[in-house]
């Protein structure tokens, strides 16, 4: 045993110490060749940002590839050596597919990078993001699902079990597809988002009660950040099927309402005065809406609607809370009088006893 491990390893002595200089002359002259790439261009340079997502990846797949070129040329009857070599191919394919997906990412990132947010073009820069990185994401899935492939077809058994796959295809197809059908529908349903564009990455919704901004569209599902910093993970296939507010498809700009039940008696003038005041003095205010209107009543009191406009949705709120602390100090210290009240007549005993 002992004999047969020293003329083992004295075999592999000389192609092991040939391929650990090529591997290491190989690192030394791709790293000496990075470092000067990234001294002599500039970091936005879109070759430069492909270099440096890819960096590691492709030293990877040198090295790979050098070590596959050396175990060619070892002698045949080295033990161990189609073991060997098999694993170098497997790692070469895992490496390029390791590649392959971090080149897509850097596509990604050079379309948004080349398109930027500018004043007046925000909805077409979201629009391209969105659906940059939605096509990303799904030809990153098709390249691991490609790259995954190949190193399976490097086992001999995976090739032999091709042709009863083949012939049990259709039922197979049949199965998977019952089974996989909320994921494709959620691929389905994202990529006729990333086409349509019902909403876009930073978009203002308003989902199941929530109001929440777009953080992170993926091939499968989005992430929204409500206004009190959770996170709200919908299925794409959720947006298809269901109706959601949209509050900045066009334009950020938002109407804000303030509503106040008062008595019958209130002057709805200084209302309108003070109101016109409180929104020159806000600077969330857009200066263009300011609207005052008796909107409703009941038996009791009357319902006045103070409608203002503000930029976006985060000024309109807090616009609104402004408004609506004026409004209701100021009928406090004016007309306290006025705030809504029940009404009530006492009677006594002898008018009772006289009614009856």
Not at 125 to 133: G, I, L, N, S
Not at 263 to 282: C, K, M
Request: charged share 20%.
């Amino acid at each position: 045993m002992l004999e047969s491990i020293e003329a083992g390893l004295s075999a592999w002595l000389l192609p092991g110490v040939s391929a650990l200089l090529a591997l290491l002359a190989t690192y030394t002259a791709y790293r000496l060749a990075l470092a000067l790439t990234r001294r002599f261009t500039r970091s936005k340079a879109v070759p430069r940002i492909f270099l440096d997502a890819a960096a590691r990846a492709l030293g990877v797949v040198l090295c790979l590839l050098v070590l596959n070129g050396v175990l060619e040329t070892a002698p045949e009857d080295l033990p161990l050596l189609s073991e060997l070599q098999h694993l170098a191919t497997l790692l070469l394919i895992l490496s390029l597919t390791w590649a392959a997906v971090r080149c897509t990412s850097a596509i990604g990132e050079v379309i948004v990078t080349l398109n930027p947010v500018l004043e007046g073009q925000w909805k077409r820069a979201r629009k391209v993001e969105t659906q940059t990185r939605f096509l990303v994401r799904g030809l990153n899935i098709l390249i691991v699902i490609v790259g995954l492939g190949a190193a399976l077809m490097t086992f001999e058994g995976v090739r032999h079990v091709g042709g009863s796959l083949l012939a049990s295809a259709g039922i197979g197809g049949i199965v998977l597809g019952f089974a996989a059908r909320p994921v494709l529908g959620n691929l389905l349903a994202g990529m006729q988002i990333a086409l349509t564009q019902p909403f876009r990455i930073d978009d203002v919704l308003h989902v199941q009660g929530e109001w929440c901004w777009v953080e992170e569209v993926t091939a499968t599902y989005v992430v929204l950040r409500v206004w009190d910093l959770r996170r709200l993970i919908v299925p794409l296939q959720w947006f298809i099927e269901n109706p959601f507010q949209n509050w900045s498809r066009n334009t950020a700009d938002l109407l804000g309402t303030v509503f106040l039940w008062l008595d019958y008696a209130i002057p709805v003038e200084p209302l309108r005065e003070e109101f016109a005041r409180l929104l020159r003095q806000a600077p969330q205010w857009d200066g263009k809406t300011e609207t005052v209107q008796v909107t409703d009543s009941n038996d009791r009191a009357l319902q006045i609607r103070f409608l203002m406009g503000a930029p976006d949705s985060s000024q309109a709120w807090d616009l609104r809370c402004v408004v609506r602390e004026g409004l209701v100090d100021f009928v406090q210290n004016q007309y306290p009088e006025y705030l809504p009240r029940v009404r009530a007549r006492l009677v006594e005993d002898s008018d009772m006893a006289s009614e009856q």
